[in-house]
Structures are given as structure tokens and as C-alpha cells.
């Protein structure tokens, strides 16, 4: 039996050799992640506070925010307090960006109301796409947008519903991450591993 070469999308490449990196791409990202809100809202929560800064820092704070947001319980978070933001805020653990924090809050209780409208924050996200999975038969990492029309679409849609930080760039990244675009490069040995 020959072993095939492990191949990984190009992107990977671009961040020192680390195995939370490449343990996110291989396990998580463009995984179709449904009936989880627990683990999309922490996504998402990694997402935004990523903005601006390099999605390794922000996994590499995974941990921390992990902690300070109680273990992304949705329901526990939407009642964090103005206090709670303030004690946020010297938490060396984490990412300490007031505006980042209050919108981590704020967001749970908009995935709230959102669990209320269509059951799950996972069928909310999903049915964008008609719960399928968007693969763009990536052969050049270069082709990739930052936004197209459907991350504007559901950035509008989540704006309209009370979300922060949720912006068509943030939300493209997002949809990446929870599998609702499939952007692996066609090489990418790691493609379909749903």
C-alpha cells in the first residue's frame, strides 16, 4: 500500500509551522458544523474577535475566551453584566477589545431570539443555503473573495436581527469555518472529511 503525500490548502502555509493551526484546518474549518450552537457561537465569538488581527492569535486566545465566556453556555453569557465586560477587560487571557466583548454578549442574546424564530442558531445559519454545503472548487488559494453575495446577504440578515461585528467579511470567514462554504483547495487532502 503506498501512502499518499498529506496535502493541506495553501493558507496554512502562510502561519509558522503550529500545530493549533494546523489542527484547526485539518479538524475544523470547512467542516459542516450543524446542531451545535454551543460550538458555532464560539466560532463565531473567534471570528470577531479575530477582525483585524491574525486568525492564529485568535486561536491561540481560544482557550482564555473559552473561560471568560463561560464555555460559550449562550445562555449564560447573554446575562453577563456591565461589570462582567469591565472584569473582561483586564483578562490577560484574552483579546481585550471593549467593543469585541460587549458584542460577544450582545450576540448571545441575539442567538436567543434567533433559537426562538427557527429552533436552533445551527437552522438560522443553514438555511441561507438551503442547508447545503457551498463548495467553490478552489484551485487557487488567490480566487478566494474576503465577501460574495451570500455572506453580504446574511451579515444584512443578522445585522437587521441585532448582531455585532458581523459584517460580509466576518461572516465569509464564518461561513468557511462552520462548512457552509466549502473553500479547500481541489488538492486538499482534507477536502470532504464530512
Known amino acids: 500500500m503506498v501512502n499518499a503525500e498529506i496535502m493541506r ?14 489542527a484547526y484546518h485539518d ?16 466560532l463565531l465569538t473567534l ?3 479575530q477582525a483585524g488581527l491574525s486568525w492564529e492569535i485568535s486561536l491561540n486566545k481560544r482557550p482564555g475566551l473559552k473561560q471568560a465566556f463561560k464555555n460559550f453556555d449562550i445562555a449564560a453569557v447573554s ?11 483586564d483578562n490577560p487571557n484574552i483579546i481585550r477589545n471593549r467593543l ?19 429552533g436552533s442558531f445551527s437552522d438560522y445559519m443553514w438555511h441561507f443555503t438551503d442547508h447545503a454545503v457551498v463548495d467553490h472548487h478552489v484551485t487557487d488559494m488567490a480566487l478566494i473573495p ?30 468557511q469555518g462552520m462548512g457552509v462554504i466549502n473553500d479547500h483547495e481541489e488538492t486538499c487532502s482534507f477536502k470532504y472529511h464530512n
Open 9 to 22: 490548502c495553501q493558507w496554512v502555509a502562510n502561519y509558522r509551522p503550529s500545530d493549533t493551526m494546523t
Open 27 to 42: 479538524v475544523e474549518w470547512g467542516h459542516p458544523l450543524r446542531h451545535d450552537d454551543q460550538l458555532l457561537f464560539e
Open 47 to 49: 471570528e470577531i474577535f
Open 79 to 89: 446575562e453577563m453584566t456591565a461589570a462582567d465586560e469591565l472584569a473582561l477587560r
Open 100 to 118: 469585541k466583548i460587549a458584542a460577544t454578549i450582545n450576540n448571545a442574546k441575539a442567538i436567543l431570539t434567533v433559537q426562538k424564530d427557527f
Open 146 to 175: 474576503a465577501q460574495d453575495s451570500l455572506s453580504q446577504q446574511v451579515a444584512k440578515d443578522m445585522k437587521q436581527r441585532g448582531f455585532k461585528f458581523a459584517g460580509p467579511v466576518t461572516i465569509y470567514s464564518y461561513l
